[in-house]
Protein backbone atom coordinates (compact mmCIF):
# COMPACT_ATOMS: atom_id res chain seq x y z
CA UNK A 1 0.00 0.00 0.00
CA UNK A 2 1.31 3.25 -0.69
CA UNK A 3 2.47 5.49 1.84
CA UNK A 4 1.51 9.27 1.39
CA UNK A 5 4.46 10.39 3.30
CA UNK A 6 5.24 13.45 0.84
CA UNK A 7 1.60 14.73 1.26
CA UNK A 8 2.29 14.45 5.53
CA UNK A 9 5.52 16.22 5.31
CA UNK A 10 4.14 19.06 3.69
CA UNK A 11 0.78 19.26 4.79
CA UNK A 12 1.50 22.78 6.77
CA UNK A 13 1.58 23.78 3.34
CA UNK A 14 -2.37 23.29 2.67
CA UNK A 15 -3.58 26.16 4.18
CA UNK A 16 -1.30 28.86 1.85
CA UNK A 17 -2.70 26.50 -0.94
CA UNK A 18 -6.23 27.34 0.02
CA UNK A 19 -5.84 30.96 0.54
CA UNK A 20 -4.17 31.54 -3.11
CA UNK A 21 -6.32 29.76 -4.64
CA UNK A 22 -9.24 31.59 -3.00
CA UNK A 23 -7.56 34.72 -3.92
CA UNK A 24 -6.87 33.44 -7.69
CA UNK A 25 -10.83 32.74 -8.61
CA UNK A 26 -12.52 36.14 -6.05
CA UNK A 27 -9.62 38.40 -8.61
CA UNK A 28 -11.19 36.21 -11.74
CA UNK A 29 -14.32 36.34 -10.07
CA UNK A 30 -14.55 40.34 -10.18
CA UNK A 31 -12.16 40.66 -13.51
CA UNK A 32 -15.32 39.34 -15.10
CA UNK A 33 -17.85 40.93 -13.23
CA UNK A 34 -19.31 42.65 -16.98
CA UNK A 35 -20.30 39.76 -18.00
CA UNK A 36 -22.97 38.79 -15.32
CA UNK A 37 -26.28 40.46 -16.32
CA UNK A 38 -29.36 39.37 -13.76
CA UNK A 39 -32.19 38.78 -15.02
CA UNK A 40 -35.94 39.16 -14.34
CA UNK A 41 -36.92 35.75 -13.87
CA UNK A 42 -38.68 34.58 -10.68
CA UNK A 43 -39.11 31.29 -9.46
CA UNK A 44 -42.45 29.59 -10.59
CA UNK A 45 -43.64 26.96 -8.80
CA UNK A 46 -45.74 25.58 -11.19
CA UNK A 47 -43.25 24.75 -13.76
CA UNK A 48 -42.73 21.19 -14.12
CA UNK A 49 -38.75 21.32 -14.63
CA UNK A 50 -38.55 23.60 -11.56
CA UNK A 51 -40.45 21.14 -9.45
CA UNK A 52 -38.21 18.57 -11.14
CA UNK A 53 -35.06 20.19 -9.92
CA UNK A 54 -35.89 20.60 -6.65
CA UNK A 55 -37.40 16.99 -6.24
CA UNK A 56 -34.66 15.45 -7.47
CA UNK A 57 -32.07 18.04 -5.86
CA UNK A 58 -33.69 16.11 -2.78
CA UNK A 59 -33.37 12.68 -3.08
CA UNK A 60 -29.45 13.77 -3.95
CA UNK A 61 -28.97 14.88 -0.68
CA UNK A 62 -30.06 11.39 1.26
CA UNK A 63 -28.54 9.51 -1.96
CA UNK A 64 -25.30 11.00 -0.37
CA UNK A 65 -26.23 10.46 3.30
CA UNK A 66 -26.90 6.21 1.93
CA UNK A 67 -23.71 5.77 0.13
CA UNK A 68 -21.55 7.66 3.77
CA UNK A 69 -23.38 4.91 5.50
CA UNK A 70 -22.56 2.01 2.98
CA UNK A 71 -19.03 3.25 1.95
CA UNK A 72 -18.10 3.70 5.39
CA UNK A 73 -19.62 0.64 6.99
CA UNK A 74 -21.70 2.61 9.41
CA UNK A 75 -24.69 1.01 11.39
CA UNK A 76 -28.01 0.55 9.56
CA UNK A 77 -30.04 4.23 9.94
CA UNK A 78 -26.46 6.25 9.94
CA UNK A 79 -27.49 7.95 7.30
CA UNK A 80 -29.79 10.40 9.95
CA UNK A 81 -27.01 11.13 11.93
CA UNK A 82 -24.66 12.08 8.37
CA UNK A 83 -28.07 14.45 7.38
CA UNK A 84 -27.93 16.35 11.25
CA UNK A 85 -24.18 16.99 11.47
CA UNK A 86 -23.86 18.38 8.00
CA UNK A 87 -25.56 21.99 9.31
CA UNK A 88 -22.10 21.88 10.58
CA UNK A 89 -21.30 22.90 7.05
CA UNK A 90 -22.32 26.29 7.34
CA UNK A 91 -19.71 26.65 10.31
CA UNK A 92 -16.73 28.62 8.73
CA UNK A 93 -13.71 26.67 9.02
CA UNK A 94 -15.81 23.61 7.31
CA UNK A 95 -15.00 20.95 10.07
CA UNK A 96 -18.40 21.65 11.43
CA UNK A 97 -19.69 17.75 9.83
CA UNK A 98 -16.77 15.95 11.22
CA UNK A 99 -16.79 17.62 14.38
CA UNK A 100 -20.70 16.93 14.56
CA UNK A 101 -20.30 13.34 13.72
CA UNK A 102 -17.51 13.10 16.21
CA UNK A 103 -19.81 14.18 18.97
CA UNK A 104 -22.59 11.62 17.78
CA UNK A 105 -20.67 8.56 17.14
CA UNK A 106 -18.66 8.95 20.25
CA UNK A 107 -15.73 8.90 17.98
CA UNK A 108 -12.58 10.71 17.70
CA UNK A 109 -13.01 13.96 15.55
CA UNK A 110 -9.33 12.83 13.13
CA UNK A 111 -11.47 9.57 12.78
CA UNK A 112 -14.29 11.80 11.09
CA UNK A 113 -12.42 14.44 9.19
CA UNK A 114 -10.59 11.76 7.04
CA UNK A 115 -13.50 9.86 6.44
CA UNK A 116 -14.55 13.77 5.35
CA UNK A 117 -11.45 13.51 3.11
CA UNK A 118 -11.83 10.48 1.44
CA UNK A 119 -15.77 11.68 0.92
CA UNK A 120 -14.38 14.74 -0.58
CA UNK A 121 -12.31 12.28 -2.99
CA UNK A 122 -15.10 10.24 -3.74
CA UNK A 123 -17.55 13.09 -4.61
CA UNK A 124 -14.58 14.92 -6.45
CA UNK A 125 -13.76 11.64 -9.04
CA UNK A 126 -17.39 10.85 -9.42
CA UNK A 127 -19.16 14.39 -9.73
CA UNK A 128 -16.72 15.50 -12.17
CA UNK A 129 -16.64 11.65 -14.29
CA UNK A 130 -20.05 12.40 -14.44
CA UNK A 131 -19.77 16.18 -15.68
CA UNK A 132 -17.23 14.98 -18.37
CA UNK A 133 -19.48 12.28 -19.96
CA UNK A 134 -22.68 14.45 -20.07
CA UNK A 135 -20.08 17.08 -21.43
CA UNK A 136 -18.50 14.65 -24.13
CA UNK A 137 -21.31 12.35 -24.93
CA UNK A 138 -24.40 14.31 -24.02
CA UNK A 139 -27.70 12.36 -24.32
CA UNK A 140 -25.77 9.13 -25.60
CA UNK A 141 -24.08 9.09 -21.85
CA UNK A 142 -27.48 7.31 -20.90
CA UNK A 143 -26.21 3.90 -22.07
CA UNK A 144 -23.01 4.58 -20.32
CA UNK A 145 -24.36 4.89 -16.77
CA UNK A 146 -26.86 1.95 -17.23
CA UNK A 147 -23.15 -0.08 -17.79
CA UNK A 148 -21.62 1.59 -14.96
CA UNK A 149 -24.78 1.22 -12.19
CA UNK A 150 -25.30 -2.25 -13.31
CA UNK A 151 -21.15 -3.56 -13.51
CA UNK A 152 -20.48 -1.36 -10.33
CA UNK A 153 -21.22 -2.73 -7.14
CA UNK A 154 -20.36 -0.90 -4.37
CA UNK A 155 -19.83 2.68 -5.79
CA UNK A 156 -23.52 2.18 -7.42
CA UNK A 157 -24.78 4.74 -5.21
CA UNK A 158 -22.12 7.33 -5.32
CA UNK A 159 -22.61 6.84 -9.43
CA UNK A 160 -26.55 7.82 -8.81
CA UNK A 161 -25.95 10.78 -5.99
CA UNK A 162 -23.54 12.23 -8.81
CA UNK A 163 -25.98 11.64 -11.86
CA UNK A 164 -28.63 13.15 -9.20
CA UNK A 165 -26.89 16.38 -8.89
CA UNK A 166 -26.42 16.51 -12.41
CA UNK A 167 -29.82 16.08 -13.74
CA UNK A 168 -31.10 18.72 -10.80
CA UNK A 169 -29.25 21.33 -12.23
CA UNK A 170 -29.53 20.02 -16.19
CA UNK A 171 -33.84 20.22 -15.03
CA UNK A 172 -33.00 23.96 -13.71
CA UNK A 173 -31.10 24.68 -16.66
CA UNK A 174 -33.89 24.37 -18.66
CA UNK A 175 -36.12 25.97 -16.71
CA UNK A 176 -34.09 29.16 -17.01
CA UNK A 177 -34.25 29.39 -20.79
CA UNK A 178 -31.47 27.61 -21.77
CA UNK A 179 -31.64 24.79 -24.72
CA UNK A 180 -31.05 21.12 -23.75
CA UNK A 181 -28.10 20.53 -26.09
CA UNK A 182 -26.51 24.06 -23.97
CA UNK A 183 -27.60 22.53 -20.89
CA UNK A 184 -25.45 19.40 -20.90
CA UNK A 185 -22.60 22.04 -21.22
CA UNK A 186 -23.54 24.24 -18.99
CA UNK A 187 -24.26 21.92 -16.38
CA UNK A 188 -21.30 19.99 -16.68
CA UNK A 189 -18.97 23.02 -16.51
CA UNK A 190 -20.93 23.96 -12.91
CA UNK A 191 -20.77 20.54 -11.66
CA UNK A 192 -17.09 20.41 -12.11
CA UNK A 193 -16.59 23.88 -10.37
CA UNK A 194 -18.64 23.17 -7.88
CA UNK A 195 -16.38 19.95 -6.64
CA UNK A 196 -13.29 21.90 -7.66
CA UNK A 197 -13.99 24.47 -5.53
CA UNK A 198 -14.27 21.99 -3.03
CA UNK A 199 -10.75 22.40 -2.11
CA UNK A 200 -9.95 25.44 -2.26
CA UNK A 201 -12.95 26.53 -0.23
CA UNK A 202 -12.42 28.37 3.34
CA UNK A 203 -15.14 31.22 3.11
CA UNK A 204 -18.31 30.64 4.10
CA UNK A 205 -20.52 28.98 1.15
CA UNK A 206 -17.31 29.47 -0.84
CA UNK A 207 -18.46 32.88 -1.90
CA UNK A 208 -16.91 33.80 -4.98
CA UNK A 209 -14.76 30.51 -5.08
CA UNK A 210 -16.62 28.07 -7.56
CA UNK A 211 -18.58 30.65 -9.55
CA UNK A 212 -14.89 32.31 -9.98
CA UNK A 213 -13.91 28.81 -11.52
CA UNK A 214 -17.49 28.65 -13.50
CA UNK A 215 -16.59 31.96 -15.31
CA UNK A 216 -13.01 30.52 -15.93
CA UNK A 217 -14.13 27.16 -17.65
CA UNK A 218 -17.15 29.35 -19.55
CA UNK A 219 -14.71 30.99 -21.20
CA UNK A 220 -11.85 28.34 -21.62
CA UNK A 221 -14.76 26.54 -23.76
CA UNK A 222 -16.52 29.51 -25.39
CA UNK A 223 -19.93 28.85 -24.46
CA UNK A 224 -23.16 30.92 -24.80
CA UNK A 225 -25.78 31.67 -22.95
CA UNK A 226 -27.11 33.69 -19.63
CA UNK A 227 -24.71 32.13 -16.55
CA UNK A 228 -26.16 34.09 -13.99
CA UNK A 229 -29.45 32.85 -13.75
CA UNK A 230 -27.98 29.69 -13.66
CA UNK A 231 -25.42 30.22 -10.99
CA UNK A 232 -27.51 32.16 -8.75
CA UNK A 233 -30.51 29.58 -8.69
CA UNK A 234 -28.54 26.77 -8.53
CA UNK A 235 -26.97 28.52 -5.09
CA UNK A 236 -30.60 29.28 -3.66
CA UNK A 237 -31.64 25.54 -4.69
CA UNK A 238 -28.71 24.21 -2.74
CA UNK A 239 -28.31 25.87 0.11
CA UNK A 240 -31.90 26.22 0.98
CA UNK A 241 -32.37 22.32 0.43
CA UNK A 242 -29.38 21.62 2.41
CA UNK A 243 -29.98 24.28 5.17
CA UNK A 244 -33.87 23.39 5.81
CA UNK A 245 -33.08 19.51 5.70
CA UNK A 246 -29.71 19.28 7.67
CA UNK A 247 -31.78 21.50 10.28
CA UNK A 248 -34.43 19.26 10.48
CA UNK A 249 -32.60 16.06 11.50
CA UNK A 250 -30.22 18.35 13.40
CA UNK A 251 -33.10 19.15 15.29
CA UNK A 252 -33.83 15.68 15.79
CA UNK A 253 -30.71 14.33 17.14
CA UNK A 254 -30.54 17.46 19.71
CA UNK A 255 -31.05 15.55 22.50
CA UNK A 256 -27.62 13.47 21.31
CA UNK A 257 -25.31 16.73 20.90
CA UNK A 258 -26.47 17.63 24.18
CA UNK A 259 -24.86 14.72 25.93
Known sequence: MLKFDFLKKYQYLNKYIAF???FISLVYLFRNLD?????TVQLNFNNPYLVASIFIYSIY???RAYFWENIFKQNKGSYKI???SQIGKFIPGKVGPSYFRSLLLKDKFLNQAKMSLKEIVYVLIAHSSVAVIFLILK???VILFLILILTIKDYRILILSALFNYLS???LSIYLGHSVFNSYSL???LIISSVAALFINIIPFGLGVREGIFLFLY???DLSGDISDLIIYSRIISISLEGFIYLIYFLKQRKNFAK
Open 169 to 171: FFF
Open 139 to 141: EFS
Open 82 to 84: YLS
Open 61 to 63: IFS
Open 20 to 22: FGT
Open 35 to 39: KIAFS
Open 187 to 189: VSI
Open 219 to 221: NLF
